[in-house]
C-alpha cells in the first residue's frame, strides 16, 4: 500500500467524524477536561463555519465546563460595551446595538450574524442564571484602540479623582501635535524626529496600579469591575504606544509586542476572575497556534499560543481549524469592502489537500491520542492563514506558511468546504476616532 494511503487510513481511523449528531464535540469537551484556557483560533477571519463552530463549543464549555469568560481578538473598549449587555449592565437593547462599536474596518470580524447569536445566547443564558452564580463575560485582547482607550481613561479619572485626571492629561497630552494620526506618532519618535512619550504612559499606568485600592472605592455607584476596565486601558495605551513605534522598525518586533499584550491581557483577566475563573480565547490560527512548531517562530517570532503553553502547560488547550476550498468574507485591501470570494482548493504539499484527501468532509484530530497520527502531522508541511485581506492570485507568497500541525495545536477541525460568514453590513467606516484598522498592518 503507497505511504500516503497508509497516512490517510491512520488519520481515518483515528478522527471523530462530525455529523450533526449530538456528541460530535464530546472528544473535544472531554479534551478541555478542567483546564483553565481553552484556545479556539480560525484559519480565516470570515469563514461561517469557522465562527458558528467555535461557538457551538463555546456554549458547552461555558455551560458543562463552568467557563466564565470569552476573550477575542478584539479591541477592549469595543468588546467592554458587549460585556456590559451580555451581563446585564449596558444601556444596549439588544446584541446588535452591543456591537455597534465595531464598525472600523475589518467590522465583519466582529459584527457578523455569527457573533450575534452567539452574543445573543450568552445575554439569554446570564439572565437564566441565579442572582448569585457567576456570570459569563466577553473581553478583548487587542492594542489598536490607543485613542479611546485613553479617552476612557480620562473618563474614569474624571469620575472618581479630578485631579488623577488633570495629571493622566498632562501625560497623554504629550501625544498632542499628532493629533488622531497614532501611525505619525510611531514613524516620528522611531526616526528620532520627536520625543517619545513612554515614560509618560508608564508612569500613567503605575500611578492607577498603585493607587488601585483607593480608586476602585472611590464611588460605589460605578460598575464594579470599572477600575479594573479603565486598568486594562491604561496598559492598552502604554502597550499601543510602544507597538507603533516598532511597527516601524520590523516586522516581528511589532507581531510581538501585539501578541505579548494579548497574552498578558489573558494573565490580568485570570487574575481579576480568580481561581474559579476560566477563559475561552478566540483568535486567527497564526496567534493561537505554538508559533514554535512554525517558520515564522524560527524567524524569532512569538505568539499567544507559544506564550500561553509556556506559561501555563498542561492547563491550556489550543484548537484550530483548516478548510479546503468553499468561500470567505474578506477584502482586496485595507479599508476596502468586504467581498464574498473563492477559497482556492489547498495546495499540494499542504495540510488542507492532505485532510481532503481522506474523503471525510468533516472531522476532529486529536493528534496525542495516536502516535502514528501525531507522527503524520508532526511532518512539516504547508497550511494556509487567510486574514483580513485576500489575494489569491498570490496565495502561495501571501496565504501560506510552513508547520508541524501536530505540534501547534492539541487538536484541529477540518471543514473541507466552508461558506462566507453574513457581515451585518458590507463597508466598515474609515479609521473611525483616528484609529488604525484592525489587524494592520498584518491582516491576521
Known amino acids: 500500500m503507497p505511504i500516503q494511503e497508509l497516512q490517510l487510513r491512520a488519520i481515518r481511523e483515528n478522527s471523530h467524524e462530525i455529523t450533526g449528531a449530538q456528541g460530535d464535540y464530546h472528544p473535544l469537551v472531554d ?13 480565516t477571519h470570515g469563514t461561517h463555519e469557522f465562527y458558528h463552530t467555535r461557538a457551538q463549543l463555546t456554549r458547552r464549555l461555558i455551560e458543562e465546563r463552568g467557563f466564565s469568560a470569552v476573550a477575542a481578538e478584539a479591541d477592549w473598549p469595543d468588546a467592554y460595551r458587549v460585556n456590559r449587555y451580555v451581563v446585564g449592565r449596558g444601556k444596549d437593547r439588544d446584541a446588535a446595538e452591543a456591537l455597534d462599536d465595531f464598525r472600523r ?25 441565579p442572582k448569585s452564580a457567576r456570570t459569563t463575560g466577553f473581553y478583548g485582547m487587542d492594542l489598536y484602540s490607543f485613542h479611546s482607550s485613553s479617552r476612557a481613561v480620562l473618563d474614569y479619572l474624571e469620575k472618581v479623582d479630578p485631579e488623577a485626571a488633570r495629571r493622566a492629561r498632562y501625560r497623554y497630552g504629550c501625544f498632542e501635535q499628532f493629533g488622531e494620526d497614532i501611525q505619525a506618532y510611531g514613524y516620528a519618535a522611531n526616526l528620532g524626529l520627536t520625543k517619545h512619550c513612554e515614560d509618560e504612559v508608564v508612569a500613567q499606568l503605575i500611578e492607577m496600579t498603585r493607587r488601585a485600592a483607593d480608586l476602585a472605592s472611590r464611588d460605589g455607584r460605578l460598575d464594579p469591575d470599572e477600575f479594573f476596565t479603565a ?163 498570490s496565495e502561495r507568497v501571501s496565504h501560506y506558511f ?28 474609515r479609521e473611525q476616532g483616528g484609529e488604525v484598522p484592525e489587524t494592520y498592518p498584518w491582516a491576521v
Open 31 to 43: 479534551l478541555v477536561g478542567d483546564r483553565r484556557l481553552v484556545l479556539i483560533g480560525e484559519a
Open 402 to 429: 510552513r508547520a508541524r500541525l501536530a505540534d501547534q495545536f492539541d487538536a484541529v477541525i477540518h471543514l473541507d468546504e466552508t461558506q462566507a460568514l453574513q457581515p451585518l453590513e458590507i463597508t466598515s467606516k
Open 231 to 393: 486598568e486594562q486601558n491604561a496598559r492598552v495605551v502604554k502597550n499601543a504606544e510602544q507597538y507603533y513605534r516598532a511597527m516601524f522598525s520590523g516586522r516581528i518586533s511589532s507581531w510581538n509586542l501585539r501578541d505579548r499584550h494579548m497574552a498578558e491581557t489573558l494573565d490580568q483577566l485570570i487574575a481579576h476572575l480568580g481561581p474559579p475563573g476560566k477563559i475561552v480565547v478566540w483568535a486567527h490560527n497564526s496567534h493561537l497556534g505554538d508559533a514554535h512548531a512554525t517558520e515564522m517562530g524560527r524567524q524569532g517570532e512569538w505568539n499567544v499560543g507559544h506564550l500561553v503553553r509556556e506559561k501555563y502547560g498542561s492547563e491550556a488547550v489550543s484548537i484550530g481549524f483548516t478548510t479546503y476550498t468553499g468561500s470567505v468574507t474578506a477584502a482586496s485591501n485595507w479599508d476596502g469592502p468586504a467581498e464574498q470570494k473563492r477559497v482556492q482548493p489547498g495546495l499540494h504539499g499542504s495540510f488542507e489537500a492532505l485532510f481532503h484527501a481522506t474523503r471525510m468532509p468533516k472531522f476532529i484530530v486529536i493528534p496525542g491520542t495516536s502516535d502514528r497520527v501525531s507522527g503524520i502531522l508532526s511532518e512539516e508541511q504547508l497550511e494556509r492563514a487567510i486574514g483580513v485581506i485576500y489575494l489569491p492570485h
Open 105 to 129: 474596518f475589518p467590522a465583519w470580524m466582529w459584527r457578523n450574524s455569527d457573533v450575534l447569536a452567539f452574543v445573543s445566547w450568552l445575554r439569554e443564558y446570564n439572565d437564566s442564571l
